[in-house]
């Protein structure tokens, strides 16, 4: 099992920029992912972006690329999404998720073995 712990998130005005990170402990992330789905209210939880552990791979999901960027630090086991450019629509609460990395090009929230607690991102126009 992979503890993830979340940090930052919080309220900009549009065009404004963020950054998450999320902490991992526990056991070895070789052979895993680690990345970020989203939830607006009353919508499903939806797909972000990942990094691969082995190897640094990333994929985003197409409303955010160009716009998010997900960074991590081996030593601290941490993995950043910094965000730029955010629109109103980028308001969601953002889960740190984890799981083992099977080629898949973009994730389900089946493919997460873990989650974070979560954090809240709103942006207003």
């Known amino acids: 099992q992979v503890q993830l712990v979340e940090s930052g998130g919080g309220s900009v005005q549009a065009g404004g920029s963020l950054r998450l990170s999320c902490a991992a402990s526990g056991r070895t992330l070789r052979n895993y992912f680690m990345g970020w789905f989203r939830q607006a209210p009353g919508k499903e939880r939806e797909f972000v972006t990942y990094?691969?552990?082995?190897?640094?791979?990333?994929n985003y999901a197409e409303s955010v690329k160009g716009r998010f960027t997900i960074s991590r630090d081996d030593a601290k086991k941490t993995v950043y999404l910094q965000m730029n450019s955010l629109k109103p629509e980028d308001t969601a609460v953002y889960y740190c998720?984890?799981?083992?990395?099977?080629?898949?090009?973009?994730?389900?929230?089946?493919?997460?073995?873990?989650w974070g607690q979560g954090t809240q991102v709103t942006v207003s126009s």
């Open positions: 998720a984890a799981g083992r990395y099977r080629g898949s090009s973009v994730l389900r929230t089946g493919d997460v073995e873990d």
């Open positions: 990094i691969t552990w082995n190897g640094g791979y990333t």
